[in-house]
């Protein structure tokens, strides 16, 4: 998967979870490593931001919409919003969109394609330079299919903003053309193959609220 920026490099083991960071020991007892601790993220964050800002002058963008991926990229959109608007370069609209990519949580290698259901498309997005914003890019099937959403809508550009970018292990024919199709314009971290929680991301619903990105034990999101 290509990303026109280059995004940090997280290393397979990050540092375990109570030498990381503090948890509250109801975590603590779940998490296994802290992957990217919340200050890390909020550097990066304002690096991105400045790379946003500086591309969408080069185009010569000053109005911009930024449609949030729900639920997973909440916190990512509300902290990134936040910077992209006290740089006071660009006037920035937001809309969301939610979506389920079914299937189980864990992939299965040989996975050719996997069903996602969209709720409340936005439909005023003609004619917008769209910013989209995103969790975590894994096989790309919920990122390809928002973009010809958004394409289909008559956006007049779809730029793609996501926190991690995951490096796949093992993947289809299929997922490897499928990812290889995509561009991320902006990515913040790349990760190892590995289910991660906390910053928005969760595992059935759990730990979204976690200020760091861990990886939790495999019982959590297995099932
Ligand atoms: P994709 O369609 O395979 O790229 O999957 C992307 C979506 O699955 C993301 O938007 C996430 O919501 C979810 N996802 C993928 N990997 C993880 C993970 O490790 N933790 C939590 N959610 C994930
Ligand atoms: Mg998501």
Redesign the pocket.
């Known amino acids: 998967m290509e990303t026109s920026n280059n995004p940090v490099e997280v290393p397979t083991t990050g540092l375990p979870g109570a030498d990381a960071a503090w948890l509250p020991p109801r975590i603590a007892e779940c998490v296994e490593r802290v992957l990217i601790p919340a200050d890390v993220i909020a550097e990066r964050i304002r690096v991105l931001c400045e790379e946003i800002t500086s591309h969408y002058a080069r185009e010569g963008t000053d109005k911009l919409t930024a449609l949030v ?1 729900l639920k ?2 909440f916190m990512f959109a509300a902290d990134l919003g936040r910077h992209l608007v006290s740089q006071g370069n660009l006037e920035i609209g937001t809309e969301f969109i939610s ?1 389920t990519t079914y299937g189980s949580d864990i992939k299965d290698l040989e996975e050719t394609e996997r069903d996602v259901q969209v709720d409340d498309t936005p439909r005023n997005l003609c004619g917008h330079h769209v910013l989209l914003i ?3 890019v894994d096989q790309g099937f ?1 990122i390809a299919r928002i973009q010809r959403i958004l394409e289909d809508e008559g956006a007049l550009s779809v730029r793609i903003c996501s926190l991690l970018v995951k490096d796949l292990d093992h993947s289809s024919a299929e997922v490897q053309a499928l990812r290889d199709s995509l561009v991320i314009d902006f990515a913040g971290f790349r990760i190892p193959d590995q289910w991660v929680v906390g910053y928005g991301t969760d595992a059935h619903g759990r730990f979204r609220l976690l200020p760091h990105v861990c990886t939790v034990d495999e019982n959590l999101y297995r099932g």
Do not use: F, L, P, S
Request: net charge negative; no cysteine.
């Open positions: 991926v997973g990229a979506v995103e969790d975590i919920t």
